[in-house]
């Protein structure tokens, strides 16, 4: 039944105009007047005391936007928002670039998500500024005794506060094609330095069928690679005091390093991106690549399935240079952090959902959307038959195992950092995000610098363009 | 209140909105920025430091900030030259009519049409190094070529090629429009008295498209010389890409990764000053003939 019918006012107005005792002027005007009041009355009518409808929205930006953790990710929001009316969760996935950049425009706007990822030096990095809040709270409500140590390490600094909480944990691994040792003498368990990777890298290049080793030029991913082997080095890019530590031996030694693998790499392996060396490695373009466990995904997608597994796409060891005495791998832990500048209602809101988020059966589903990329933060997990029971875990258990042994040696570090001490190095983070080693990598391997004056040219920039710039 | 004062008042008054969005939104970035560049002003801080001159005095000394003036003019007038070039020519075999020439027409404007990042990261697959096929063509051929097309020795190259496929039917278009209001008469008279075909493009069409390939030239070298989406998507400011580092992808870098807004805000100001001294140049150079000579 319409409106009209069922209101007696306006019946009885449509009675009179049809019986001719109104004017068309006159019933156009009260008409007006009926329903304007009408429409006055239902907008009063709906307005609720104030608080009993407030929903506190929380923005919570993450670094994970493929497809099956983005549905993981809904379903748990939508079970949250089931127990919690008065809560709206907006989370978004998005890759590390467009955080970066979107972080930058919501800082600068004052206007920041409640939560997001971050790396570790960006937590360095928003922490000297005041741009963080610590999280023990959450830590200990989540249950700080259950989380790896070798993950709570990355989290704690010096003030005895936890600044953010991993939402799991991977570590960086060199895989290697098995198919490809077939017909040569290498034999890859046998490496322990650089040399002997340089002895064999030329024996696993078929140039151009396939090369030794994929590398990242670009600068994101050069970061990596400059610090994993200035660290296998026995060096680190930072001193006591947090100035550039470029023009010591064993990053000069790193930079000769680089240019003595140069010749085992693709051609244009400078403009490659990271997606492009993965892919490399799992279409048999290259020998070698640096990778995380994600790249399983990759191999499913782009490998010949008689390939699809870890007997062809092997794990091989990290090597250490002449001045290091262990192999240095990145750790990627990635945690939340919550700014200073969200409003307490939303941060508050956005813990709630943490808490939630970590419930073993929620956790789960968030872990199992990319299996043996997302490990758990909890130890038990790795004890547990029905996480370690997962098909994907199961099929690739040496992946698996190799990250958890690089967590156990202690030699999986966050990126940029090669002696825990870089930690506090408060800018580490604007380090990382300008192109500056990048490009000292690249005058030496692509344009043929002195390693020795490259190294002064960044050292040099970095305290000119960076601490000069924090100072001031 | 007077007729004539009461007109002018509700004059101001209807031109105000479109005088308030100018403010806001030409005259008020435009004057911060000019602002900015005399701080030294983090991206992620709410505060700044007045350093005056400092962050023009730092430009004038640092290689890298002359390298990428360099680049960006290289690659304006490279990338232009040849835009003009493949434009007035692709303009004369679409101003004949032959079979398919409407069908031409409209395909020839698609790169233009197609969105930036389309178009190069379709171009960074033609040309990557493992699986493109541009490569694998050239390999083909019995001559030397590159083993990688995207490395620091080539890059520009790739970057001018594409810039010059993408942008060309500006030209095009522009050019074809200007030859179809040429009077046939000029070249009925040219003929008449001999001359070539040669001959006639030089002293009756090159002369009739001057002002439009002027203009033209003035605009795609600004665009090209400010041309910040193509250097970038192609080369991600750094590894291969550093040398393409053209100066508003410099620009980008100091305020994006180094957090350098001050700094930033100071390049740009230097940009525009840099364009308005071309600009003033080519004007006083080239002159616009009257519209009477056109006819």
């Known amino acids: 039944m319409s409106r009209w019918q069922r209101d007696p006012h306006l019946q009885r107005l449509v009675a009179e105009r049809h019986q001719g005792h109104l004017s068309r002027r006159a019933f156009l005007a009260r008409l007006g007047g009926s329903v304007a009041g009408a429409a006055a009355a239902g907008v009063v009518g709906h307005v609720k005391p104030a608080g009993a409808q407030k929903k506190v929205v929380v923005t919570m930006w993450d670094t994970e936007p493929n497809p099956a953790t983005r549905a993981a990710v809904k379903a748990i929001v939508e079970d949250f928002a ?28 004052k206007s920041p998500p409640t939560a997001s990822h971050t790396q570790t030096y960006v937590v360095t990095s928003f922490r000297a500024k005041g741009l963080i809040e610590p999280v023990d709270d959450l830590v200990k409500a989540i249950g700080e005794d259950r989380i790896f140590p070798s993950v709570l390490r990355w989290l704690k600094y010096p003030d005895g506060k936890y600044w953010g909480l991993t939402h799991a944990w991977g570590a960086d691994m060199l895989g290697g094609r098995g198919d490809y040792l077939k017909g040569t003498d290498v034999d890859p368990r046998s490496w322990k330095t650089w040399d002997d990777w340089l002895r064999d890298l030329p024996k696993l290049t078929k140039a151009p069928q396939y090369y030794g080793l994929s590398l990242s030029g670009l600068p994101f991913f050069a970061n990596e690679d400059v610090y994993m082997w200035a660290g296998s080095n026995g060096g680190s890019l930072f001193d006591a005091k947090g100035q550039p530590a470029l023009e010591t031996p064993p990053i000069l030694g790193m930079l000769e390093f680089w240019k003595k693998v140069r010749p085992s790499l ?30 399983a995904g990759y191999i499913d997608q782009y490998a010949p399935p008689d390939k699809r597994n870890p007997e062809v796409f092997q794990i091989w060891p990290k090597t250490i240079g002449p001045l290091g005495k262990a192999p240095l791998t990145q750790f990627d832990n990635e945690p939340w952090v919550f700014y200073a500048d969200a409003p307490a209602d939303e941060k508050a809101a956005a813990k709630e959902f943490l808490k939630f988020f970590f419930k073993a059966e ?67 983070g604007d380090v990382a995000a300008a192109p500056i080693l990048a490009d000292m990598v690249m005058a030496v391997v692509e344009r043929g610098k002195d390693p020795k004056a490259a190294a002064k040219e960044a050292s040099d920039k970095i305290s000119r363009d960076i601490i000069g710039k924090a100072k001031g | 209140m007077s007729r004539r004062r009461r007109q002018a008042l509700i004059g101001m008054g ?29 991206s992620l801080r709410a505060t700044s430091t007045w350093v005056g001159l400092g962050n023009y005095a730092q430009l004038l000394g640092d290689p890298d900030f002359w390298r990428s003036v360099w680049l960006a003019t290289e690659y304006a007038v490279l990338s232009t030259a040849l835009q003009i070039v493949v434009g007035v020519a692709a303009a004369l075999i679409l101003h004949q009519r032959f079979p398919g020439c409407d069908f031409l027409r409209g395909v020839a404007l698609f790169p233009y049409m197609i969105p930036t990042v ?56 522009n050019v074809l429009a200007r030859l179809q209001t040429i009077p046939p008469e000029l070249y009925d008279a040219a003929r008449v008295d001999g001359a070539s075909a ?6 009756v069409t090159l002369p009739q498209l001057r002002n439009v390939l002027l203009i033209v030239m003035l605009l795609r070298g600004i665009w090209m010389f400010t041309k910040f989406d193509v250097p970038w998507l192609l080369g991600f400011g750094g590894g291969a890409g550093e040398a393409i580092r053209t100066l508003p992808v410099f620009t980008y870098q100091r305020s994006f990764t ?37 006819a």
């Open chain 2, 198 to 203: 040669a001959r006639q493009f030089a002293h």
């Open chain 1, 362 to 428: 929620n956790y789960r589903r968030y872990c199992d959307s990319v299996p043996v990329h997302l490990n758990s933060i909890f130890k038990a997990d790795f004890q547990d038959s029905a996480y370690m029971g997962h098909p994907e875990r199961k099929r690739w258990k040496p992946w698996l195992d190799a990250q958890v042994k690089w967590v156990e040696i202690g030699r999986a570090h966050p990126l940029l950092i090669c002696n825990p001490q870089d930690m506090l190095v408060p800018w580490i």
């Open chain 1, 82 to 109: 089931k127990l919690h009316k008065d809560i709206e969760i907006r989370a978004e996935g998005m890759g590390w670039a467009d955080m970066d950049r979107k972080l930058q425009a919501a800082m600068a706007a």
């Open chain 2, 258 to 294: 180094y957090y350098q807004a001050g700094m930033g805000a100071a390049l740009s100001n230097v940009m525009f000053g840099l364009l308005l001294m071309a600009v003033t140049i080519y004007f006083i150079a080239f002159p616009p003939a009257e519209e009477a000579n056109d």
């Open chain 2, 14 to 42: 209807l031109l105000l909105p479109s005088a308030a969005l100018v403010l806001v939104f030409t005259l008020f970035p435009v004057g911060y920025n000019l602002w900015l560049g005399f701080y030294a002003k983090h």
């Open chain 2, 118 to 173: 389309i178009a190069v990261f379709v171009w960074r697959w033609l040309m990557n190094d493992l699986y493109g096929v541009i490569p694998y063509v050239l390999g083909t051929l019995p001559i030397p070529m590159p083993a990688a097309w995207l490395t620091h020795d080539t890059i520009m190259w790739v970057l001018i090629v594409l810039s010059v496929w993408t942008f060309f039917p500006f030209v095009l278009v």
């Open chain 1, 266 to 295: 693709p051609p244009g392996w400078a403009s490659h991106d990271y997606l492009e060396t993965l892919s490399a490695w799992a279409t048999g373009k290259t020998a070698q690549v640096y990778m995380w466990g994600r790249t």
